[in-house]
Nanobody, 124 residues
Framework: QVQLVESGGGLVQAGGSLRLSCAAS????????MGWFRQAPGKEREFVAG????????YNTDSVKGRFTISRDNAKNMVYLLMNSLKPEDTAVYYC?????????????????WGQGTQVTVSS
C-alpha cells in the first residue's frame, strides 16, 4: 500500500506563490505515476498536473499551464506542485494521488491512492 500526505496549503493573495508537498510511503515510489487534483466547493474533482514514475514526463491542464510546475524526488519519496501567479479561481482543496496503471491523466478512477487534501485559498 501507499500512503500520501499533502502539506503546504494556505491563504495567499492573487498573484502570489505557494508550493505544495506530498510525502509518500513505500519502497516502490518510482513505479507510480503521480498526479495533483483539486476540488472547489460544489464542483467535481479536476486534474491539475501529472508526472510519470521516472519524472521524465509532465502534463498540465490548460488553466495552469505556464503557472504551475509539478516535480518529484524519488530518492525522498516526494512530489511537489509549485504554484505561481495564483488566481482566485485556483481556490480549492488540492489532493495528491498515485496510480500504478494510469491510462488517462485526468481520470480519477485511474489512481489507486489519495491523500487527505490541503486547502488553498486565493483572495482577490
Amino acid at each position: 500500500q501507499v500512503q500520501l500526505v499533502e502539506s503546504g496549503g494556505g491563504l495567499v493573495q492573487a498573484g502570489g506563490s505557494l508550493r505544495l508537498s506530498c510525502a509518500a510511503s513505500g519502497r516502490t515510489f518510482s513505479s507510480y505515476a503521480m498526479g495533483w487534483f483539486r476540488q472547489a466547493p460544489g464542483k467535481e474533482r479536476e486534474f491539475v498536473a501529472g508526472i510519470t514514475g521516472s519524472g521524465s514526463g509532465t502534463y498540465n491542464t490548460d488553466s495552469v499551464k505556464g503557472r504551475f510546475t509539478i516535480s518529484r524526488d524519488n530518492a525522498k519519496n516526494m512530489v511537489y506542485l509549485l504554484m505561481n501567479s495564483l488566481k482566485p479561481e485556483d481556490t480549492a482543496v488540492y489532493y495528491c494521488a498515485a496510480g500504478s496503471r494510469v491510462r488517462l491523466w485526468a481520470r480519477t478512477d485511474d489512481y489507486n491512492y489519495w491523500g487527505q487534501g490541503t486547502q488553498v485559498t486565493v483572495s482577490s
